[in-house]
């Protein structure tokens, strides 16, 4: 057996921090890395991590600051978590797969699974085995080519991209996958912020965002709604301290009082080691979970009552004139606004939200940055279409230090979608795939990853090709989807580090290991670079550092292209020989196919290469009308069954997304647990709960299953009213497949309706 233990589950419980980020996060980032792998590589990674020249960090989306006004360490406690752990001195060998059965391995939490360390030579598991077994890279490729080709149509694989993957890479796995004959392409974006896509796709014509790092410092009023910068996005405080020394102010929305939002200490700063920090939010709003979309109609009502008291002085009628549509149907909708709505939505006071307005009429410049706490509700489209209505009332949209700022995930879960991962781009994109490429790809839309688990469970997927991510606890309805893909022919992934994913098989399963960010990779031209998009839309170079983790790892785009040549046989228009031997060829491709990208290889090669347009920011709105459109939003709100709460599944500071680095979120205060349930101590007394008990999750679903979470700690902590927090991946197995956000199909994963029962067999 492995020497890594799970640390025992033994929870205690201090008081919540009130700010984020000073000196223990530089000593808790060294400690986790110096555990993971030497002094010398844990340096070689710091000190080359979001450099110019150097490796993009593996972390979250969060752009970095111009190349001349970065620090020599321009990364977060959380960001060097994430290159180490990647980094890792430690090995998975075919030893360890002949020593460990599927069965056992499937018995081991995710901590245990992601500390074993980097995976090093292909394996596979054969029909009836009960372990994996090694394999030769060209054997695998030609199985799994083998069985692509074997389906009854290319509808019948699932091509799953987690936004760890690189441009060059998801371009070609996209071609592959529609030169196969499918737009079966679900991605972790479906999961993520899938929700702002959507509205504003509808309402802007572009579903990104559209500010930059020198918008938020320039704001007279930045909105943080949904979102724990603190842990996930920790130098998005940086550009906020920014914001306020410039004289700027912060609003933050939560359901829960984080940290980061509070106070915040600068690491790379004297000032913020040794002094009391910046204070981040001017006015924190303790919103009820879901109440988002009663807060922004509010403001909004707010906002055409103050124009109508004193007409021309309040909204931004040039810009409403000649650039938007749908006003009059919306400022109709907005007359039905009531306060007795708001208020039980929001659990705000109307004193409370009339301070944000008077905010709102002193600011020219007004951002709004929101995150996993609007997408993942049901109704998290109608919310971003609000707050859209909400910018633009003052105009607010395409000027500078003002606009949307979906903050996004995984370091290129954009540029992913850039570069045509999606089960519905455009036709003009298929057009342009058609014109370089020669062949007619599929028009019909594909699956996302809600649709593919049913496709799976239903028998109309066999083939599952995951290249990056953890799809089986990524997912909802954990149960579900695990009996999906295991009833799939194939099920192979494309991996750093093993996970849950890798013990769920189909009758045949791969593991394919891959070069990581950090690894250097040598191809027959010589080295290589990849890049990447952030948030922000700024695409730029990523080159390793590190000798990679074995001499048996392939790149993501040679796996991919040896792959498409095997499956679809050397066809001259698509030299995918050529792509493996020099990702330039690659990048010339995307120049002449994807808009924004022209002249690629010369743009990237600048340090911090160049920013993508955004036609939003010239007031030039792609929808159907040409303008921005006001939309009309129904108030809703979620409902909750008496004795009920409504259970939001979050990340603790000690995790990147389905993988725990260690029990402990130490912002909240929780150490030594992750199994535990945050309530409110209202609610628990009203519940007849205390404090520590142990029980047991229980959602309900409205056709009448329940699912159950066995085995959580009550912990009495400031949520708002009515909810609770816990961990996710744990607690995924409560959210129904079936239960997702109106038109995103965006699992509900921070709108879970539980109950909390003592546990049926306590621990
Ligand atoms: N360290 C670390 N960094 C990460 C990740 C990680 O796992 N670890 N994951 C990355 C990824 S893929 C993503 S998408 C991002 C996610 O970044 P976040 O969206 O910050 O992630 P969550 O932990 O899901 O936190 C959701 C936040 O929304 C709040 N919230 C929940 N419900 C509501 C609501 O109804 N209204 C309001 N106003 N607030 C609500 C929660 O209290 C919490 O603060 O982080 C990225 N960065
Ligand atoms: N209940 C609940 N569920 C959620 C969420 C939630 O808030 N609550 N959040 C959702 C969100 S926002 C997201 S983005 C998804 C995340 O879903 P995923 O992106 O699928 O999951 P990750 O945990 O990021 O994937 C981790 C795995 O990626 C692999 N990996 C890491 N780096 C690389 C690399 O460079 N190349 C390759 N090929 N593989 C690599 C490693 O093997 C690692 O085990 O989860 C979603 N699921
Ligand atoms: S903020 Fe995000 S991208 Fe920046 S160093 Fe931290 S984890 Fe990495
Ligand atoms: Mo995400």
Redesign the pocket.
């Known amino acids: 057996m492995s020497s890594i233990e799970d640390p025992s589950d033994d929870l205690s419980v201090t008081p919540p921090k009130t700010w984020a980020t000073g000196l223990p996060a530089v000593t808790h980032a060294l400690e986790y890395s110096l555990g993971q792998t030497s002094v010398r590589r844990t340096a070689l990674t710091l000190l080359n991590v979001n450099q110019a020249k150097g490796i993009d960090c593996?972390g979250c989306a969060w752009p970095e600051p111009a190349p001349g006004k970065r620090h020599m360490n321009e990364y977060c406690e959380n960001g060097a978590k994430h290159i180490n752990d990647?980094a890792t001195s430690r090995r998975v060998t075919r030893d360890f797969f002949r020593e460990h059965s599927i069965a056992e391995l499937g018995g081991m939490s995710d901590y245990w699974l992601?500390q074993q360390g980097r995976l090093t030579e292909p394996m596979v598991k054969r029909p009836g085995a009960t372990h994996y077994e090694p394999i030769g890279w060209d054997e695998a490729i030609g199985l799994l080519a083998r069985e692509l080709s074997g389906l009854d149509s290319p509808d019948e694989a699932l091509f799953y991209v987690?936004?760890?993957?690189n441009n060059e890479a998801a371009f070609l796995l996209q071609l592959f996958a529609r030169a196969f004959g499918t737009n079966n392409l679900p991605d972790?974006?479906n999961?993520?912020h899938e929700s702002s896509g959507s509205a504003l796709q509808e309402t802007l014509g572009i579903g990104k965002g559209s500010v930059s790092l020198d918008d938020i410092h320039d704001a007279n009023l930045v909105f943080v709604v949904g979102q724990n910068p603190g842990t996930n996005h920790p130098r998005m405080l940086s550009a906020l301290e920014e914001t306020k020394r410039n004289g700027g102010r912060v609003v933050a929305v939560n359901t829960l009082p984080e940290a980061g939002l509070m106070r915040f200490k600068h690491p790379q700063r004297v000032r913020g080691v040794i002094g009391r920090g910046t204070p981040i939010a001017d006015q924190f709003l303790h919103i009820r979970a879901g109440g988002d979309l009663a807060l922004f109609q509010a403001l909004n009502r707010l906002l055409l009552d103050a124009e109508e008291a004193a007409p021309g002085t309040v909204l931004d009628h040039s810009f409403i004139r000649s650039s938007t549509t749908g006003f009059e149907d919306f400022a109709a909708q907005a007359e039905k606004t009531s306060w007795d709505d708001v208020l039980a939505a929001t659990g705000l006071s109307r004193e409370e939200i009339e301070r944000v307005h008077a905010s709102v009429l002193r600011s020219k410049k007004i951002i709004v940055c929101w995150a996993?706490g609007l997408t993942?509700h049901k109704h998290g489209v109608p919310t971003i279409r609000e707050i859209v209505n909400f910018l633009m009332l003052r105009g607010n949209i395409g000027r500078p230090g003002a606009g949307v700022c979906p903050v996004r995930?995984?370091s290129n879960?954009q540029g992913d979608r850039t570069m045509g991962v999606w089960e519905r781009m455009p036709q003009g994109f298929l057009d342009a795939l058609e014109r370089e490429f020669g062949f007619t790809p599929p028009t019909r839309h594909g699956l996302d990853s809600v649709n593919g688990i049913r496709a799976m469970r239903d028998g109309s997927a066999k083939v599952f090709v995951g290249?990056?991510?953890?799809?089986v606890?990524?997912?909802?309805d954990s149960a579900v989807t695990e009996a999906a893909m295991r009833g799939c022919r194939l099920t192979a992934h494309?991996?750093?580090?093993l996970?849950r994913s890798h013990t769920v098989c189909g009758d045949t399963a791969l593991i394919l290991p891959?070069l990581?960010?950090s690894d250097r990779d040598v191809q027959a031209t010589g080295e290589q670079f990849i890049t990447v998009e952030d948030s922000m839309s700024e695409v730029h170079a990523s080159r390793g550092k590190l000798p990679p983790a074995s001499p048996h790892l392939l790149s993501?785009v040679a796996i991919v292209s040896r792959l498409a040549r095997r499956t679809l046989g050397d066809e001259p228009s698509i030299p995918w020989e050529d792509f493996e031997a020099d990702y330039g060829t690659i990048r010339d491709r995307i120049s002449r196919v994807v808009p924004g990208f022209e002249d690629f290889n010369s743009r990237v090669a600048r340090p911090g290469g160049f920013k993508l347009p955004n036609p939003v920011n010239e007031r030039v709105f792609r929808t159907p009308s040409g303008k921005a459109v006001f939309t009309c939003n129904e108030f809703t709100m979620p409902h909750v069954p008496e004795g009920h709460l409504l259970l939001q599944?979050?990340?603790s500071h000690d995790q990147?997304?389905?993988?725990p680095y260690a029990p402990n979120d130490r912002y909240r205060g929780i150490h030594n647990a992750r199994r535990v349930v945050l309530v409110n101590p209202g609610d628990l007394e009203a519940l007849g709960i205390a404090d520590r008990d142990e029980v047991d999750l229980v959602s309900v679903w409205h056709d009448g299953t329940e699912r159950r979470a066995e085995n959580f700690r009550v912990v009495g902590y400031p949520t708002s009213p009515g909810s609770a927090a816990s961990y996710?991946?744990e607690?995924?197995v409560l959210?129904p497949l079936d239960s997702v956000a109106d038109i995103s199909n965006c699992?509900t994963?921070k709108g879970v309706v539980v109950r909390l029962e003592a546990a049926r067999t306590p621990a």
């Open positions: 593996p990647e992601n987690s936004g760890r993957l972790c974006s999961m993520c996993m993942q995930g995984h879960v290249v990056a991510g953890n799809f606890r990524a997912t909802p494309v991996s750093t580090k996970n891959t990581g960010r993501e599944t979050l990340r990147w997304n389905t993988v996710y991946p607690t995924n959210v699992p994963s």
